[in-house]
């Protein structure tokens, strides 16, 4: 029987440590809870939006089933893709947020961020698996600020990926070696590390079957 290989790399975290020391805080503001909630609809469009890799291997796109976070300074809120609004890297999306909010802050996926003394924290994560595509679907962490009355707004990517390409059908893991490479950080506004705040060294591909087909991968990392 063929022995199943396990890939390691390393990376460095010269980047993430510069960006660690350098990123500005965002300020929190200080207002009293809201009593309404309005709906409205946000367009997201740009280079770098999401983490879907296109069939060109390079275009990140969005995908209909693709989840949002909106804080408005009083909540997380849940914003969904309008139906039919998917253009590659340009969608547009549909909550609501609390009347009289002004500076609205957004990330994505919806399911990695929470709020913790005022400040937003995300989670990457340090096991990734794929299900039917080359990446993991929400490993990418992506934040935006904009106004409430801005036509559309761009993300800026926390992450990165490292491609891999696998050339035979044995291997059953991707193990990627790291300083803060994955684990829950802070967040500043233009979408670079404010605070590693639980931080992890290791970031772990896997493929749903036992092992992966022969073709090209990608590990999100910080």
């Given at each position: 029987m063929t022995m199943k290989t396990m890939f390691r790399f390393m990376?460095?975290?010269f980047a993430l440590v510069a960006s660690v020391a350098c990123a500005e805080v965002f300020d929190e503001p200080t207002i009293e809870p809201p009593q309404e909630l309005e709906r409205i609809v946000v367009t997201v469009d740009g280079d770098d939006t999401r983490t879907f890799i296109g069939?060109?291997?390079k275009s990140i796109n969005w995908c209909e089933d693709d989840v949002i976070a909106i804080y408005d300074g009083y909540g997380i809120r849940e914003f969904t893709i309008v139906e039919g609004s998917v253009n590659g890297?340009?969608?547009?999306f549909e909550g609501e947020i609390a009347t009289g909010a002004t500076t609205l802050r957004a990330i994505y996926p919806y399911s990695a961020v929470e709020l913790v003394d005022g400040a937003l924290n995300v989670t990457s994560l340090s096991e990734?698996?794929?299900?039917?595509?080359?990446?993991?679907?929400g490993a990418m962490l992506s934040l935006a600020e904009f106004e409430r009355d801005a036509e559309m707004f761009t993300f800026n990517n926390a992450m990165g990926f490292l491609r891999v390409n696998i050339t035979k059908d044995d291997v059953s893991s991707i193990i990627v070696n790291?300083?803060?490479i994955a684990g829950v950080v802070e967040l500043s506004a233009d979408g670079t590390i404010a605070e590693v705040v639980n931080g992890a060294n290791s970031v772990t591909l896997r493929p749903v079957?036992?092992?992966?087909?022969v073709g090209t991968y990608y590990v999100a990392l910080l």
């Open positions: 990376v460095a975290a069939d060109d291997g890297k340009s969608a547009s990734q698996q794929l299900d039917g595509r080359n990446v993991t679907d790291g300083l803060n079957d036992a092992t992966f087909a």
